[in-house]
């Protein structure tokens, strides 16, 4: 009988203590539906939001006009980082020199007592041990922004002549015989007439041959050097190859249809030239003279990045810097050849100092032989040293690096480069 009231109290005492929380459970429970239904509120309206966004969107890009007609392309997988492109820290060790002094020594030249470039604000320098001087400027200011590069002039390649004066490229106006002892630029070639009735919108190298023709590249005739990542996104193949007669001013058509035409070298027997294609990641050989005399064929393909100007090196062959590379497993480069519709995309919404930062930073140079082989190659994996090299100057006991936009001038040793 005692257990039985003891079971009974036990019972009673639990019923109490639920009916005390019952209160508060039916309270959670409620929070809990309200909770849910906020939610599903929040998330009906966040759906809503997002559909309307994405129709306007929708709706912008079409209206939107494109900056670029691109065009559809594709390329070989890229090569392997293997043998000779086998991946090393070489470019790291180069040091910076007249850093913050020189803004996108594009090409290099030495000679004379020095060396000479041409900047982005316009100007052709001389570069001495304790100096920087100023030897002439090709356009009028204001200068120092990419707006005012039509008018401020922007000198891309330069050689010196036989006759101890520098020739230079304004990507803008055209080709130019600076006399150093007097800092006059005297036009020998003007972008204002067009040939076989077509502009010259973007002229970027040159090279000089003993008989004194000149040999140089028009990388557009639709975009300027300033629209270049546009150039580069629309990927069209309008680029050409001209030779100039200095006594008689004939300008003739040598190479046509090229996607970005950048770099031009003179073979050392002066029987070919040697373009690299930018936008291709390959390399031209155009015959001057022999059996095979105005003709053409490939000098090395599938690169293993974007080319930009080639030089001679020291052992014989050729030094080439890459203004960006391709990489496997992955190349963005290369997933959007084939894709003209996200290059579409790109050029509507974002401006080209946005898709430079596309780019993936890395520093690449390569050495070919006489033959087109790649035989060595000097990296900067992080790009923080080295990255879009323009072009390679050697001197035999240092390997000089151009760019298009850093604001110095890298500099390697020979014992860095072959250790």
Known sequence: MADRQDVDKTVRQRGKQQSRYAPNLIEDDVNDKMTRRTKRKIFSWVRRVALVLIIVLGLALLIIPSPIDPVSFSLP???????????????????????????????????????????????????????????????????????????????????????????????YSGIYRVFLETGDAMEIFSTREPVNGRPLMFVNDLDIASEDMIYFTDSSDKFERRQNKLLALEGSATGRVFQLNPYTDVVTLLMDGLALPNGIQISAEEDYILICETLRSRIHKYYL????????????DNLPGLPDNIRYSNGGGYWVGFAAVRKQSFSMYDFMASRPWIRTFIAKLFNQEFIMNLVPKYGLVVELDENGKIIRSLHDPTGQTITGVSEVLDLGSHLYFGSYDAPFIGKLSYQNVYS
């Open 289 to 300: 003279d022999g059996p095979k005399q105005g003709t053409s064929e490939i000098f090395i």
């Open 77 to 171: 997988d890229p090569p392997v980082f293997e043998g000779p492109l086998a991946p090393n820290n070489k470019l790291q060790q180069a040091e910076k020199i007249y850093e913050g002094e020189v803004i996108g020594p594009e090409s290099l030249e030495k000679g004379r007592g020095g060396f000479y470039t041409g900047l982005a604000d316009g100007r052709i320098i001389k570069i001495t041990k304790n100096k920087i001087e100023e030897i002439a400027k090709l356009g009028k200011p204001p200068c120092g922004g990419v707006e005012n590069e039509h008018t401020c002039g922007r000198p891309l390649g330069v050689r010196f002549h036989k006759d101890g004066n520098l020739y230079a490229v304004d990507a």
